[in-house]
């Protein structure tokens, strides 16, 4: 019986459809139908077999039975295949052959990947080999400038503020004159209120090399001409001074309103002169000629390099055998903390001190003081108040820089003294500044000029191997703009101090997610090249019109 069962049931899986079980029988057992007529339905198969290959085939091949209409779709389709294919190709050689460029996204910064493991003290070396820079001056070209008395006339200048607003100020300068084909007088430094310094531009500038590395761009002579026998109506008479020009003015303004007073009086002087050109208003190679002035033609006198060159020298063998080294500029004045208007930890005795100071420097802002509590709030949330010295140790140690890390610090007088100083210091103890590196001796000599030691902590920042801004101003984006322009090796280090003071300001976050929002959020803070955008800083960002594909 067990036999039988199993029989059975083999033979009802083999033939479960009742339709498949009655065509079985019948083929088995019929005796009305002949094997010639099964062989005439297999020839019939096989002969509908070719038909449907025949059909599946006809819109590839040139038999003339088959119709046009199919032979137009055939011939669409392999047009289209070729199309496809020759997208894809360009698209996968152009992924492979596009110049390594981050984009912005809002305030979002995306980077391409790239396979390079993270390394503390340099840029990925597949994110620098893209770009390079090409605004120097090209030699052997003849120049189209005409003779001096030739020209549309003289403008000058006064360069106002400290080194580095001066230096913006005579790279402006030499572009407007390109603009006007005008003589430009060689700049007067002005002498600054808070910096109360009397330099004289041959004092911190070579003049010889400024002058014949754009001889083939702009006519610069070093003093006012001889035939002027007025000197000084030029620096206090109204008719010769043009005071109308306004901030980020476009070069037309120059063409329609300032060169016409020029050939009119021939030499006029051009005050006040703080960011008085734009950016994205002028012709590309007006800001190449910026470049090429700031980059290649303003150079700082001999010993001012080479006292330079010796302190990031003595930097780079503190340990006694080669080490990197970081420079940070850290913004901590007592000026910059009172013109912040926010609020940072102190004593009572502190904050009365600065809200009576701020109201006396600055009453317009200070008001009665009842709005200021909320303004601070707000404008650390927004990241625009100056980083703490303690603020600025803890992200470097999420960052991943060790105790030992060699940090050299360019800065004035620290708000609240050593006091202010102790977190950083504790947390990074090889913290040193020129005068620690520096005999007394050594640099006697340039005390006298406040620009000097200005340009020594320009120089050792500009060579060292990471560099840390802690806000903004015209020192740090010139440092990042030229490292660069240099070509994007060095790390430049750009805190986001909106998420910092986010950070800073939840009790319940802990150390581990912290670090982890500080090196995801810092890995394309690091001076990559990065697309321009409409408005955008030259002096920090110089990729678009000053270099080109590597």
């Known amino acids: 019986m067990a036999e039988l069962r199993h029989s059975s049931s083999l033979g009802s899986r083999a033939t479960s459809s009742p339709m498949k079980r009655d065509a079985a029988a019948v083929g088995d057992s019929s005796p009305f139908i002949p094997d010639n007529h099964l062989a005439d339905d297999d020839e019939h198969d096989r002969h509908s077999s070719k038909d449907r290959d025949r059909h599946l085939c006809s819109f590839f091949t040139d038999d003339p039975r088959v119709s046009p209409y199919n032979s137009r779709i055939s011939l669409f389709f392999t047009v289209l295949l070729l199309l496809v294919g020759l997208v894809s190709v360009f698209t996968i050689f152009h992924k492979l052959n596009a110049p390594y460029l981050c984009k912005k996204d809002g305030i979002t910064l995306h980077c391409p990947h790239v396979k390079e493991s993270p390394s503390l003290w340099e840029n990925p070396f597949s994110s620098t080999t893209s770009w390079k820079p090409c605004a120097e001056r090209r030699d052997g070209v003849l120049s189209e400038l005409p003779p001096e008395n030739e020209t549309n006339g003289y403008i000058f200048i006064h360069a106002e503020g400290g080194l580095n607003q001066q230096r913006i100020a005579i790279c402006n300068a030499v572009a407007v004159a390109k603009i006007m084909n005008a003589t430009l007088i060689l700049p007067v430094l002005k002498q600054d209120q808070i910096w109360k310094d009397q330099t004289k531009f041959e004092d911190i500038f070579d003049v010889d090399h400024f002058i014949d590395y754009l001889k083939y761009d702009v006519r610069i002579v070093r003093d006012i001409p001889e035939w002027f026998t007025d000197k000084s109506e030029l620096f206090t008479s109204i008719r010769r001074t043009v005071k109308n020009i306004p901030k980020y003015a476009p070069a037309q303004f120059y063409i329609d309103n300032v060169l016409p007073r020029i050939k009119e009086k021939k030499i006029m002087a051009l005050k006040p002169f703080v960011d008085r050109l734009g950016y994205d208003n002028v012709p590309p190679e007006i800001n190449k000629l910026r470049c090429r002035v700031n980059y290649h033609a303003l150079k700082f006198l001999p010993d001012i390099d080479h006292m330079a060159d010796l302190l990031a020298s003595r930097m780079r063998n503190r340990t006694g055998s080669s080490n990197p080294y970081m420079a940070l500029h850290l913004r901590f004045e007592k000026g910059m903390v009172g013109l912040s208007f926010c609020d940072f930890v102190g004593t009572r005795e502190e904050k009365a001190k600065m809200a009576e100071y701020r109201k006396k420097e600055w009453p317009r802002r200070y008001k009665n003081g009842s709005h200021l509590w909320q303004l ?54 090889n913290l040193v500044t020129k005068e620690e590196l520096a005999t007394k001796e050594e640099l006697d000599g340039f005390r006298k000029h406040v620009t000097s030691l200005a340009a020594l902590d320009f120089l050792v920042c500009l060579k060292s191997d990471v ?84």
Not at 491 to 496: G, L
Not at 527 to 541: K, Q, S
Request: with cysteine; charged share 20%.
């Open 376 to 429: 601070a709030l707000q404008k650390r949330k927004e990241g625009r108040c100056p980083l703490e010295p303690g603020e600025v140790a803890v992200i470097l140690r999420a960052m991943g820089y060790p105790k030992e890390t060699q940090i050299y610090v360019a800065s004035g007088q620290v708000y609240g003294g050593q006091n202010r100083m102790a977190p950083l210091r504790n947390m990074f103890p």
């Open 467 to 550: 560099f840390v801004m802690t806000h903004g101003g015209n020192f740090a984006k010139l440092i990042i703009g030229a490292r660069r322009y240099m070509g994007h090796r060095l790390k430049s280090i750009k805190p986001d101090k909106g998420l910092m003071s986010k950070s800073f300001g939840d009790p319940y976050m802990g150390w581990a997610t912290f670090v982890e929002d500080v090196v995801v959020t810092h890995q394309t803070r690091t001076g990559l090249p990065e697309e321009t955008f409409p408005n955008y800083d030259l002096w920090e960002n110089p990729l678009t019109p000053c270099m080109c594909r590597a």
